[in-house]
């Protein structure tokens, strides 16, 4: 049998898949036997498959002729995927009708520029992916309005021929600028079935050539050998970039040669005109000069004009070259070639010049005036004798000496012959020397540093040195970078006529590390002449020392103290680098308290007294004020003032002052009492004063008769912690029965330390006033008043030491539990020692009459009621009002204490 090319089958062989090599002995069609018959496609399978397994022919052939390929064709047909059926063929195998084509139109791009009116290429790639060959062609058609640009006819070989790729050039013509899209599409009349790879868009830019406006030359008419400036202004829709002049001189009469231009290069001045020097030689004819211009833009698109007439040539017996500039024009100029109007190089204004202009000229006559060279800015020297350079040249100089600080203009400089001809011209462009910044450390003084502290009076010391311009000013900004802090930028504006600017470095408020302070300075000058500069200087850390410190009070230093006395503690600080908050603290024997800031001494806006105040000449001292105040919980003895303080780079610095605090001493002034007048009452005052303040002192006042006998004892509080000095007050009601006698006055006060002072006085008592018109009857009744007096006198003088000895005991116990509280401080400040009260009134008892004494306790031991008293006298008199003096609330609960005596002593002698 005979298999064509693309023959495809099917085998229901049992495993007629399962194996593929030649030769194979199963007796059956294999795979591989029909495929070395030489059929292209084949399906086997490798278990037994029934027959229902085979694919269907009526969906095999009608799917694979539709382009399914030979696997998806076979997978379609058969209803049973699972006996493993295998394919051979795919995926080269695939059906094909050999009559259609299908041409691709892959890419597009243009070869070259697209300019208005030049042909432009369009270079295509095109393939024919189709069986059958192509005849069409190919078009290129504008979007707007679909006109045909270009149509070529394309013939192509089917797909799978050599040629069906290849590459097509199509030229066509813009004819408008700027943007257009194109369309690029096949067209065929026979047979495709795929169109939308038929078509592609293009967007392109017309470049149009460059337009010449206009085209003239600076001279109207010109010497042979002279020269001149002609210019060409040209613009484009991108931009003119290059331009060439030719020129000839046509004689009068004649017309322009085609033949005879001359042509040379342009040079740009601006962005639409270029020009070019002209250079007449000396043999030409006489006439005028035509003009043939071109331009040129970026896609080599040009424009020509011709000018006629532009400048009329005339006879030159001499031939003028320069002025050449020394430092500024070649050195090696031959004295006779033209030079270009306007050099390259720039004049700075602090420089001079030398000018030289030379001629050419056969017959030259040396004895005529020389020429005169005049400048537009500057100062010229007078012009030199000739000198001669050659056969025939002569050359003439003057030196150009430019003003510093002039403005930055043009210089013009003409060469005139002595009638006032011109001869030469030139155009000179003053150029600016940028300045140079110059930067340093100083201090206040002025002094160079070579390393800086921050301590905020240092100094970039700027100077700004412009050699054209010395009274520049200058703008700019100086970017300031401490190591360890970020960098920050300050505006930098000098003055005109600064030689040094100082530019203060002010303190930075934040810890800074060690390393160098990095300046960098740079700005503007006049004309815009820029420079920077960069300094870098070590930064050193220095400590805070303390130059001061001194405790004070109004009379001077001191180093001894007072508890309640308060003085200020002055501390001056040197720093180089911003102060942290102080810290100044009062310590002794472990215990330490803050002493507060004060915001002024204690001798207010008074001068320093002597000794504090500071002699030194340093200005940069930040000062402190602390008040120094040591109250009870500190004790007698030695004690210390500390002071702290670190800088914002915690440097610290630290002073103490040694000191000694002891109690200040009870001060009692003179009794001051009211007339002692019997049946009145006498008021008793003395003046107390204790710097370590009066809420610690008890004070007792007690009054004799003339006999020593006790009539009355009072203590009180001497006063609040608040207080330091005050007037003690008592009144006592004098009763008759001490008419013309002399009492006894003693106070005595006690305070923490158990230190106990007494202030001692007599008073004299009046005679009793007589009664006139009394009888006998009101004898009795006068003396019964004496006598209640005499017994409320007893009584308050009772109440009065129970008091005493009530707020004694009281102030015993508060000093104990102070004692305790201070035992459970935990800064360990000692135990404040103990008040012996009982002491206090040791020597007042003392001068009591012993068997008196011993009566009297024995009656207040037994039932509370005064000696000379009858129980019915004392309870009327607890029954009465409140006495003067007493609070309402401590008379009841001494009515209340004695009421309750006198029962307990009723059972008891009942008992």
């Known amino acids: 049998m005979n298999w064509i090319n693309g ?50 022919p009526s969906v095999l052939l009608p799917a694979y002729a539709s382009g399914y390929n030979l696997a998806e064709s076979h997978a379609a047909a058969s209803t049973v995927s699972g006996w493993m059926g295998v394919v051979v063929g795919d995926p080269k195998m695939a059906a094909y009708a050999d009559i259609f084509h299908d041409i691709n139109i892959v ?107 206009n085209g003239y030359c600076n001279a109207p008419t010109l010497t042979r050998g002279g020269y001149t400036v002609c210019t060409i202004q040209a613009q484009d829709d991108d931009a003119v970039t290059r331009a060439n002049l030719s020129w000839q001189i046509v004689p009068e009469g004649e017309s322009v040669n085609q033949s005879a231009w001359i042509e040379q290069q342009m040079g740009q001045a601006d962005s639409t005109r270029w020009q070019a020097t002209l250079t007449i030689p000396k043999d030409v004819n006489l006439g005028n000069i035509a003009l043939l211009a071109r331009v040129w833009d970026g896609s080599n698109m040009s424009s020509e004009m011709v000018y006629l007439n532009v400048t009329k040539i005339i006879d030159a017996p001499q031939t003028w070259f320069g002025p050449h500039v020394s430092g500024i024009d070649p050195s090696t ?51 030199t004798s000739v000198v001669t350079h050659g056969s025939n040249v002569y050359c003439y100089s003057a030196d150009l000496t430019l003003n510093i600080g002039i403005p930055l203009e043009d210089i013009e400089l003409t060469v005139r012959l002595s009638d006032g001809s011109l001869i030469l011209e030139r155009t000179l462009w003053v150029d600016d020397m940028n300045p140079e910044i110059l930067l340093h450390i100083v201090d206040e003084n002025g002094t160079l540093l070579d390393e800086i502290v921050g301590n905020g009076r ?22 300031i970078s401490w190591p360890g802090s970020e960098m920050f930028q300050l505006p930098l504006d000098i003055p005109r006529a600064t030689s040094q600017f100082l530019f203060p470095l002010t303190q930075v408020s934040t810890a800074l590390e060690s390393g160098d302070l990095v300046i960098h300075v740079e700005g503007t000058g006049l004309h815009g002449g820029a ?36 003085a200020t503690f002055v501390v001056g600080v040197r720093s180089d680098r911003p102060l942290d908050i102080p810290a100044s603290r009062l310590s002794q024997l472990g215990r330490s308290v803050i002493s507060p800031t004060a915001d002024s001494p204690v001798w207010g806006e008074e001068l320093p007294p002597l000794g504090c105040e500071f002699n030194g000449t340093m200005t940069d001292i930040t000062w402190f004020q602390f008040r120094i105040k040591a109250d009870a919980s500190f004790s007698d003895g030695a004690s210390k003032i500390v002071f702290n303080i670190r800088d914002l780079d915690r440097l610290p610095a630290s002073v103490s002052v040694e000191m000694v605090f002891q109690h200040a001493p009870t ?45 009355t004892q009072s203590a009180k509080m001497a006063g609040d912690e608040t207080t330091y000095e005050t007037d003690l007050e008592w009144m006592y009601p004098i009763p008759g029965s001490l008419a013309n006698q002399t009492l006894a006055l003693e106070t005595g006060c006690l305070d923490e330390q158990s230190v106990r002072v007494i202030e001692q006085t007599t008073v004299l008592v009046g005679p009793l006033e007589s009664c006139l018109n009394c009888s006998n009857n009101t004898t009795p009744q006068l003396q019964e008043t004496d006598d209640k007096r005499s017994l409320t006198d007893l009584s308050m003088a009772l109440i009065g030491l129970v008091i005493v000895v009530t707020v004694l005991a009281g102030i015993g116990i508060g000093m104990r539990n102070n004692s305790l509280t201070s035992d459970e401080d935990d800064l360990g400040v000692e135990e404040a020692s103990g008040v012996d009260i009982e002491s206090m009134f040791d020597e007042d008892k003392s001068l009591s ?48 204490e004695k009421k309750t005596k006198l029962t307990t002593h009723d059972n008891q002698t009942e008992g």
């Open 849 to 896: 009459n012993d068997d008196e004494a011993d009566d009297g306790d024995e009656d207040l031991i037994d039932d509370g009621i005064p000696e000379g008293w009858s129980e019915e006298q004392f309870v009327s008199w607890l029954d009465g009002p409140t006495p003067e003096g007493w609070a309402e609330e401590q008379w009841i609960e001494f009515v209340a």
């Open 667 to 711: 001060l009692l002034g003179e009794f001051n009492t009211t007339e002692a007048i019997p049946g009145e009452d006498i008021i008793v005052s003395l003046p107390i004063k204790d710097d370590d303040g009066l809420h610690t002192i008890i004070c007792s006042l007690t009054i004799y008769d003339h006999t020593g006998a006790l009539l």
């Open 458 to 479: 240092e100094h970039l010391a700027i100077q700004i040195v412009d050699i054209d311009d010395p009274m520049t000013p200058f703008l700019g900004d100086v970017q």
């Open 333 to 383: 100029w031959n004295h006779a070639s033209p030079l270009p109007n306007k050099p390259s190089l720039g004049v700075y204004r602090h420089l001079t010049y030398t000018l030289t202009s030379c001629l050419t000229d056969a017959d030259f006559d040396v004895t005529q005036s020389p020429p005169v060279f005049n400048t537009s800015q500057g100062n010229l020297s007078n012009t």
């Open 7 to 56: 023959s495809i089958g099917e085998t229901a062989v049992s495993t007629g898949g399962r194996s593929f090599d030649w030769n194979t002995a199963y007796g059956q069609s294999l795979v591989a036997d029909l495929i070395e018959d030489g059929i292209s496609g084949v399906k086997g399978y490798v278990y037994e498959p029934y027959l229902t397994a085979v694919g269907y």
């Open 107 to 213: 890419d597009a791009r243009i070869v070259g520029g697209v300019n208005v009116g030049e042909p432009t290429v369009v270079q295509v790639i095109v393939e024919n992916l189709g069986i059958a060959p192509s005849n069409g062609s190919l078009m290129i058609q504008s979007r707007l309005g679909n006109v045909v640009l270009n149509e070529t006819l394309l013939q192509m070989p089917s797909g799978d021929q050599q040629g069906s790729r290849t590459v097509v050039n199509l030229t066509f013509e813009p004819t408008t600028p700027g943007y257009f899209d194109i369309k690029i599409r096949y067209i065929n009349t026979t047979h495709e079935q795929q169109m939308g790879n038929n078509l592609i868009s293009m967007t392109l830019f017309a470049n149009e050539a460059p337009t010449i406006i």
């Open 531 to 566: 420079a920077q500069a960069s300094l870098s200087i070590p930064f050193e850390f220095t400590l805070p020392e303390v130059v001061f410190y001194e405790v004070c009070t109004e009379n001077g230093p001191i180093r001894n103290m007072t508890f309640g006395q308060t």
